[in-house]
């Protein structure tokens, strides 16, 4: 491939030299002819580090810095005038600009500048000039657990993040200068002496939206049952509780066990603050008991206690605590612990960048990581 040259607009023209076998493969591309997860995480792997190869730094920093801030703020405007939503509602058919203004109430030159950003970026499909049609990503907007994310980021991640620089600068760049109560969270939300789930606690539509992101966040990762298989749990089992989940949020793996396995739900618990699982979405059957992990674990001898994405939201002092108070509870030889959680690989640069980004949302949202293996 030849190198290329900058064109009149300041950006590279890359089509001189560009393999026209290549632009052929990717034209031609479709997501269906993907054969499992595996292949299609591979590909995402190498199309990103194509990309990072194939762009200039000028165009690098403009996909990072200014389109993907971009989509966010175009993303949070549609939802918060729930765009997608009406539009679905209204029959999901091809619409201009105009028809999208007036099924919104919005000003149409102010919705037409935000369409054309997400068209651009190929979350929105453009079927004619000015006029658009949805896409899998802007149907996916309309449920509960993805639409959560772009308030989710709005109103907890982000203003944590410009925080950030300044109180790590403030705090001489110490990897521990940040506590559970007092970092860059506390700072972005102007309040100290609480964790985020303790201001989650006064803050009920924030903590709502918290959960449906979490839920989000593991609806399309493969269910953790197709990494430890439930039959684990099944074989050798006396009567009693099978599965308790700490910190299970509103339920949604406890609900994969129940589908799996519904002749067991009665055995299965839901663990979480009060506020939480006030809002539990598993089946009747399952014990919704609210619970506060930092004080002994109330149900004992159970099969297996499951806690995922619980650890990497407390510092090594907490998580060990959290641990702790599971212990008494567990029969020896016969109860298990089971851990799910991102494991950050030594070669970072094979791992997803979800893996780092996650990290540092921790880093800034409680003080804490994703961890090692060995850590
Ligand atoms: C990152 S979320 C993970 C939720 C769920 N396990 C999942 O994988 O989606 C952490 C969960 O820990 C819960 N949590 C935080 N502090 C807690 C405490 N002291 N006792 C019990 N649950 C707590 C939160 O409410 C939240 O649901």
Request: some cysteine; glycine content about 6%; overall charge negative.
């Amino acid at each position: 491939m030849t190198k290329a040259t900058p064109n009149t607009n300041g950006d590279r023209g890359h089509s001189a030299g560009c393999s026209t076998d290549l632009l052929h493969l990717l034209n031609a591309f479709e997501n269906t002819s993907i054969d499992s997860e595996i292949e299609r995480s591979q590909l995402i792997s190498a199309a990103t580090t194509f990309l990072a190869r194939l762009q200039s730094p000028w165009e690098t920093i403009r996909r990072h810095l200014v389109d993907s801030p971009a989509v966010q703020l175009s993303l949070k405007v549609c939802m918060d005038l729930e765009l997608f939503r009406k539009w679905k509602d209204a029959g999901n058919g091809d619409k201009t600009a105009a028809e999208l203004a007036q099924l919104t109430g919005c000003d149409e030159e102010l919705l037409q500048r935000f369409l054309r950003h997400l068209a651009v970026e190929h979350l929105l499909a453009e079927v004619a000039p000015g006029t658009y049609a949805q896409t899998e990503f802007t149907l996916a907007m309309c449920t509960p657990h993805f639409g959560a994310w772009p308030q989710y980021m709005h109103e907890t991640v982000l203003d944590t993040w410009k925080a950030m620089p300044k109180v790590l600068a403030d705090r001489g760049y110490k990897n521990d200068s940040l506590t559970v109560i007092d970092g860059a969270f506390q700072v972005a939300t102007h309040t100290t002496g609480q964790s985020i789930f303790d201001y989650f606690a006064s803050h009920p539509g924030q903590a709502k939206t918290f959960n449906n992101a979490m839920t989000g966040y593991g609806a399309e990762r493969c269910s953790w049952l197709d990494i430890f298989p439930s039959t684990n749990l099944l074989e050798n089992v006396v009567e009693g509780p099978l599965l308790v989940d700490v910190g299970g949020s509103i339920g949604h793996d406890v609900e994969k066990f129940r589908k799996r396995h519904p002749d067991k739900a009665s055995r299965l618990v839901l663990q979480d603050l009060p506020a939480v699982v006030g809002d539990a979405i598993c089946g009747d059957q399952v014990q919704v008991m609210p619970h506060n992990f930092f004080e002994p674990q109330p149900v004992r001898h159970a099969r297996a206690y499951y806690l995922h994405s619980v650890l990497h939201d407390w510092p090594d002092a907490n998580a060990l605590q959290i641990l702790e108070n599971l212990k008494p509870a567990m029969k020896h030889g016969y109860s298990k612990l089971l851990l799910n959680e991102i494991v950050v690989l030594d070669k970072i640069s094979t791992s997803s960048p979800q893996v780092t980004s996650f990290d540092l949302a921790m880093m800034g949202l409680c003080a804490a990581q994703e961890r090692t293996e060995l850590m």
